[in-house]
């Protein structure tokens, strides 16, 4: 923190620095520290006392009654960053009276999705600033969110450039969905030190007062009362599950075939090369799973297609694969193996319960989680033979459901310990935390292969990407292979060639795949992956990316 004063507006505000602009922000004195949550608390109280330079904000008499709109109480949501978020947080507290029913802070933008999810049915407002962590890459999923919230959600943005060091107020964000439905306030920089100031009674009244911006959404409005909403589920909704003993007739069991067929564990000692008491037989040693990531660098280049594709192909080949479909925004890897949700259970479920569970005392068990997920994963119906697919959240929902912090690790985890020759993760374009744990698994158990089109903005988001996993997140170049999707499309102008080695520096090119219209609407219509036939070498493309011959296949 930078000491001196400034005033900006009547506003009583501390200095402290962010190169090349310095935010001015609020002063802390006479003690702010009761009541003010780190990353992911509530703030329940603020300091009362009198003589804090926070009551002494400029239209704090306006605001300390509370601006209500409709009689609603809002919860706020503070993502700045980690050292001014608490005295933000402080701030809103102490002047959002009656309209604010609580305060919760974020270090960085990647908790923003798990937060909306854990208040789906309470008004929220976000304070956040365009140099708050991890924001740049995060910033189309804030907006796609927060559009399909059914409560009202607003979102104030202090343009403050962005850390990456491109130009401009906003940074690599000015073209982004977040620039365009967020209200952005650049604030007013004054020489020689390039302080920012904001006036905070705008900025109250834009949170939750009548001049703030609604985001628009795309489900029925919600019916408002007077009142906070109660942000999370009832905690009685958890017992139903977690009060079941272990499922004595396991998922496996059922998938191979019932009481004859043996047990994930009994398999994998077979394949491990112990033998059965009384019974002859040759050790065979497997190499374990192996991760293939799949990333496009946008929406509707195929990487659900290729996914499916993929995992049919590693099931007749290898004799088994399991799929995990990590797109919660769109999470339609399903579509290519069901008709509808009906008969599936709801992931978005088991999201909500693990919620609940950690509000109750006691809070965080994995022990719990882990028999939670393995609950879950038995009421899972077999997609094929020696096929499992475990599917996204139930696509009828009004708004996503995002898994708990955590939670993706514990989902790959029990894909990769089934031990299937082939685990294939379909991905979010954004890049969410689903999508980077199975990014950082795959350094180590895997290849990343991305997705693109021959299209140029295709081709541009595809090199974003890339970009993004190597200098971003340190994924090794040779681990990462391309797919050319749609190649005999009206559209394509670009060779799959040219792609991969101008455009995209040279990456591995492993499949160019043509454009068979006909034959993906009879696969959509029913429910199946496409047949490609001799089209695409799908055995050649598995032996490529995970390095396992065709002749290592489990013995069933």
Known sequence: MVGGHARARGIEVLQWQFAPLRRVGIQRSGGLARGVGCSGSSVEQGNADGDSALSKLAGASALGGGVRLEKVAWQVIVAVDAESNADLAAWVQQNGGEAVQGVTT????????????????????????????????????????????????????????????TPGRLGSLAGTALAQWATVIEGQVTPPD?????????????????????IKRRGPATSLTEGAADPMPHPDTINAMASQPPSKKGFWSRLRGGADSQSSAARTQTALGAVPPGSSGTRVVLPPSRLIVVVGGKGGVGKTTVSAALLQSAAQVYGGAVGLDLDYLKPNLALHFWGSDEGLPDLGILFDQ?????????????????????????????????????PGPHRNRLHPAFPPLGIPDLLIGWAMNQEEPVVVCDTDPALDESAQTAIKRAEHDGVLILVTTPEQDAILETDRVRHQLLDG????????????????????????????????????????????????????????PIEWGRKVPWERVLVEATGRPVASQKRR
């Open 106 to 165: 974020l270090d960085t933008a990647a908790e923003l999705p798990v937060q909306l999810s854990a208040y789906k049915t309470v008004p929220v407002t976000i304070l956040a600033a365009t140099t708050c962590p991890e924001l740049v890459p995060w910033a189309d999923t804030w907006a796609a969110v927060g559009q399909q919230r059914t409560p009202p959600t607003r979102c104030i943005l202090l343009a403050e450039g962005t850390p990456d060091g």
């Open 194 to 214: 390039n302080e920012i100031l904001y006036d905070y009674t705008d900025i109250g009244h834009r949170l939750w007062g009548p001049l703030a911006h609604a």
């Open 354 to 390: 693990i919620e609940v569970a950690r509000s109750q005392p006691g809070g965080h068990d994995p022990e719990m989680e882990r028999r939670l997920v393995d609950q879950w994963m038995d009421a899972l119906p077999p997609a094929g033979r020696g096929l499992v697919v475990v």
């Open 473 to 528: 997140f340190g994924f090794p170049a040779e681990k990462m292979l391309l797919i050319v999707n749609r190649r005999g499309s009206p559209k394509g102008g670009v060779s799959a060639k040219e792609i991969a080695n101008l455009h995209l520096g040279g990456i591995p090119l492993l499949a160019e795949l043509p454009w068979v219209p006909q034959a993906a609407h009879q696969a959509l219509a029913k429910h199946h």
